[in-house]
């Protein structure tokens, strides 16, 4: 178990969080402490006017509110009255067992968890010292629950949370291995709240990794007209199999209206991670020209997957960038047309002027020297994006280019400037002598 605490200004700011994440289907109230009634009685008027009155009894205390996470290991499953036991334990024992509390429920992360919120103000009036207190009562307290309810030492663990507990990192669903639901339910959970994507085929070029698909079936389908969404499993060919699950079948309900929010609100967060992936494309190409393969190789390293989509006939169309070190899912075009993948292929040699096709048989052969993992290139179509090969292309200029002019010491001959060019005289006009 890891446990977080942090102190806060306001109170309304980490109720509200808590209560917000319930009414979007991620979260639930599963209990209170020293509260008059049960919290499945309550309003939320009710839960926060608790806190409020406590804290009129002392307004010198700036920093009243208080924040914890407990947080377990993905193998633990536990029920909601073994996670209020715990709750209660550590509450009592970091100093805050006669203070009101209400413990929530979190579902929107890859690993169980649980968040406590409080105050520091007691029921005299007096502050609660908090000082040391994550490095002293709180790991007292949280190797003595460790030990008592049998869970997951977290020793040495709380630096690596965020990439430990994420289950995408234990490998992909394969349909048959487990329940599928589960399984899928695992990686929605990895993905949908760590990764910023801002259309749903930026969010399927994270979730084909790991055999999944978000699928809104053909334009004429019942499920599209409806505006419906279902979740898929994938074989290692990128073929559907098994039973499709309903977006609303699940726990947080990741239906196409949840995701719409999702985009919008992800548009902006990606925006200050696009040079990352456009300085790493460029890096790559710098004073020199490589292969396809060579490129997806060398953005590997820099934690950047690129997936290629093609058509039917095997025609290369589509490029998405996907960054696991930012969490950022970016379609190529969104970058820039030197970002597309015809641009890409431009550069990579593989179309020439006159503009040939590059067939499917070209791609294989370019990347034939690659395992082709999900982690690396992925064959599936587009789902929802505009094909690009309709659109007008500019040339290219790779920074090789431009690095040579910027270093040529003459300017071109036929460039002169205005001050320097020769006037042309002005006729004379009649009657004028070249005295006047």
């Given at each position: 178990m890891v446990a977080i605490i942090k102190t806060g200004h306001s109170i309304h700011n980490i109720f509200n969080y808590n209560e917000n994440k319930v009414k979007q289907g991620v979260a639930e109230c599963i209990g209170e402490g020293n509260y008059p009634i049960d919290v499945d009685k309550m309003n939320g008027t009710m839960k926060l006017n608790r806190f409020l009155k406590q804290l009129e009894l002392n307004d010198n205390v700036k920093r009243n509110s208080v924040h914890i996470s407990l947080n377990f290991d993905p193998?633990?499953?536990?029920s909601k009255e073994k996670l209020m036991d715990i709750a209660d334990i550590y509450m009592r024992k970091i100093g805050f067992g006669e203070q009101p509390y209400l413990v929530y429920q979190h579902h929107d992360s890859g690993h169980p968890h649980i968040h406590l919120v409080t105050i520091k103000v007691r029921a005299d009036g007096s502050r609660i010292d908090m000082q040391n207190i994550g490095r002293n009562q709180s790991e007292v307290a949280r190797k003595e629950i460790e030990k008592s309810f049998g869970l997951v030492v977290a020793e040495g663990r709380k630096n690596k949370l965020n990439t430990e507990l994420l289950p995408i990192a234990t490998g992909k669903v394969q349909y048959g291995k487990i329940q599928s639901k589960k399984a899928i339910a695992n990686v929605l959970n990895g993905v949908l709240s760590s990764y910023k994507y801002a259309s749903l085929a930026e969010l399927n070029a994270v979730l084909q990794q790991y055999n999944v698909l978000a699928d809104r079936g053909s334009e004429n389908s019942r499920i599209f007209k409806a505006k419906g969404l279902v979740y898929r499993i994938l074989d290692e060919g990128g073929k559907p199999i098994g039973v499709p699950i309903k977006a609303s079948d699940f726990y947080n309900k990741p239906t196409l209206k949840f995701l719409k929010e999702k985009f919008t609100s992800n548009k902006t967060s990606?925006?200050?991670?696009?040079?990352?992936?456009?300085?790493?494309?460029?890096?790559?190409?710098?004073?020199?020209k490589i292969s396809l393969a060579e490129l997806v190789k060398t953005l590997k390293k820099e934690g950047i997957n690129t997936i290629f989509r093609k058509s039917e006939e095997g025609m290369l169309y589509g490029i998405t960038y996907v960054d696991h070190t930012t969490k950022c899912v970016f379609n190529g075009s969104t970058l820039g047309k030197q970002y597309s993948a015809k641009a890409i292929q431009k550069r990579c040699g593989l179309i020439t002027v006159p503009e040939q096709k590059m067939t499917g048989s070209t791609i294989e052969k370019s990347i034939d020297s690659i395992s082709k993992t999900p982690n690396q290139i992925s064959d599936k179509a587009s789902f929802g994006e505009e094909s690009q090969k309709n659109k007008p292309f500019e040339s290219d200029t790779s920074i090789g280019k431009v690095l040579e002019i910027l270093t040529q010491s003459e300017q071109a001959v036929n460039y002169i400037p205005n001050q320097l060019k020769k006037k042309r005289k002005k006729k004379k006009r009649k009657g004028q002598s070249d005295n006047q």
């Open positions: 193998s633990e499953n536990h990606q925006d200050s991670h696009k040079n990352r992936v456009k300085n790493a494309v460029d890096l790559a190409f710098l004073g020199k």
